[in-house]
């Protein structure tokens, strides 16, 4: 199985940008995505990429902000976030599930511990 852990949360202001990380350990090459759960709601679909990176896939709330990347090299999937907005303010998973990109949550098999991020005004 593999194992993920997340790092790069923190807290930014309207505006201001983040990058979290995902070393991914213990398995093959999975697509992999960064999904996201406010206070109050259910998880939601945020970003996706697949095995070899060449495709990916933004929840309509991210698209044009938020940009998912991967290393294989160093096993690391990344998401880069800027124009953060309070909205943003969420715990984020970096999750993997196989082989192709799924925009439900349920879809995913392993997960991150989940990392805070606070988007203050």
């Known amino acids: 199985q593999v194992q993920l852990v997340e790092s790069g949360g923190g807290s930014v202001q309207t505006g201001g940008s983040l990058r979290l990380s995902c070393a991914a350990s213990?398995?093959?090459?999975?697509?992999m995505g960064w999904l996201r759960q406010a206070p109050g709601k259910e998880r939601e679909f945020v970003a996706g990429?697949?095995?070899?990176?060449?495709?990916?896939s933004y929840g309509d709330s991210v698209k044009g902000r938020f940009t998912i990347s991967r290393d294989n090299a160093k096993n690391t999937v990344y998401l880069q976030m800027n124009s953060l907005k309070p909205e943003d303010t969420a715990v984020y998973y970096c999750?993997?599930?196989?082989?192709?990109?799924?925009?439900?949550?349920?879809?995913?098999?392993?997960w991150g511990q989940g990392t805070q991020v606070t988007v203050s005004s």
């Open positions: 213990g398995g093959t090459l999975y697509a």
């Open positions: 999750a993997a599930k196989g082989v192709v990109i799924s925009t439900n949550p349920d879809d995913y098999n392993f």
């Open positions: 990429i697949n095995r070899s990176g060449s495709r990916t």
